[in-house]
């Protein structure tokens, strides 16, 4: 398949954004990333380059319920991918961090030099240390091999193909979820905490262009973080989605529930540096389409 880029998880939120024949997007049933086997005998098609977004990833409660899970599928998943790469000639890879992986007790901003400086949060110290692992996996290889790999740290992402479960799923798509039941069945939309907390948001249409760019421009050892470096408060993001899903009933903070980090900062001046006139999808735009995708595709998609 030579002239074709391999997205793993090219069914997921990100994956789904990469669009064209140039991509090449098997699912899990047909390729267990987790199976050495099985990957060696994708690989063995021969791509250009490699955007590798498959993971077993998850919301707070996941992260804690099931963390043997998180870290072997997660660990197993990112060392064969990128050495059946390398053993199968591909030049180029773009993979996947996060900055949950970040320690608990850093300074803020984040920036990219910060990642292995202290342990993780307990919550998801599984998924953590397996994520930094492809850094270093990815540094060992360009180092020995010479090979264009590096990695990407997308904050918290939202958009269209998400995962809408409500207990396993992310803060937006479970905000979502629980607004459309608590709309239809007129009762209160009841939410964790106290909003005040600030998150930033990126839109997965966002960090498929940027991660392209990053697999085709960037050749940098260090990983580079994909921010709009935007705080907004949990209390914003619930009014946006109130209108936009035309909820009129009460919402209820119930703040006897652990509002989680107050603040997260991520400095996003590397990226802006290579790409200055780079516009982010506002967060009332991506809400928008994706609370348009969610209405329309209530009973099909991941819930
Ligand atoms: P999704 O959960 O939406 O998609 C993950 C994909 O991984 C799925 O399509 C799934 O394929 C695939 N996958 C899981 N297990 C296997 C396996 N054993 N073999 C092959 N494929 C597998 O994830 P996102 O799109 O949200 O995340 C993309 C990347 O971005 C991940 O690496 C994640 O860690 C990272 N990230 C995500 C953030 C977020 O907020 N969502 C934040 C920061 C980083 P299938 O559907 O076919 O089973």
Not at 50 to 64: F, P, Q, R, T
Not at 267 to 290: E, R, V
Request: net charge negative.
């Amino acid at each position: 398949m030579r002239g074709k880029t391999l997205v793993t998880g090219g069914n997921g939120l990100v994956g789904s954004e990469f669009i064209g024949e140039h991509y090449y997007k098997p699912k899990s049933n047909e390729y267990d990333l987790t199976d050495k086997d099985n990957t060696d005998e994708l690989f063995s098609k021969n791509f250009d380059g490699v955007i590798h977004c498959a993971a077993k990833v998850g919301g707070v409660g996941a992260n804690m319920k099931y963390k043997g899970d998180f870290f072997y599928q997660n660990i197993t998943m990112n060392t064969n991918v990128i050495e059946s790469a390398k053993n199968h000639g591909v030049k180029n890879l773009v993979a996947f961090l996060s900055t949950c992986v970040f320690p608990d007790d850093t300074t803020y901003p984040l920036t990219e030099k910060k990642i292995h400086l202290g342990p993780p949060h307990f919550s998801n110290d599984a998924y953590a240390y397996a994520k930094r692992m492809v850094d270093i996996q990815i540094r060992a290889y360009r180092e020995q091999y010479g090979l264009n790999y590096k990695s990407v740290i997308p904050t918290n992402i939202y958009g269209l193909n998400d995962n809408y479960n409500i207990e396993n799923g992310h803060v937006i798509p479970s905000l979502i979820h629980k607004c459309f039941l608590a709309r239809e069945t007129k009762s209160n939309f009841v939410i964790w905490g106290s909003g005040k907390p600030l998150r930033e948001f990126i839109f997965s249409e966002d960090v498929a262009v940027l991660s392209k760019w990053v697999l085709e421009n960037y050749d940098e050892d260090e990983p580079i973080i994909l921010s709009t470096s935007e705080e907004v408060s949990i209390k914003t993001v619930v009014d946006i989605i109130v209108d936009l899903m035309n909820y009129k009933g009460n919402v209820v903070w119930d703040e006897t529930k652990p509002d989680g980090q107050f603040r997260k900062p991520s400095d996003n001046t590397k990226i802006k540096s290579y790409l200055p006139n780079f516009i982010f999808t506002s967060l009332y735009d991506g809400l928008k389409k994706t609370i348009e995708f969610f209405e329309n595709n209530y009973t099909i998609l991941r819930k």
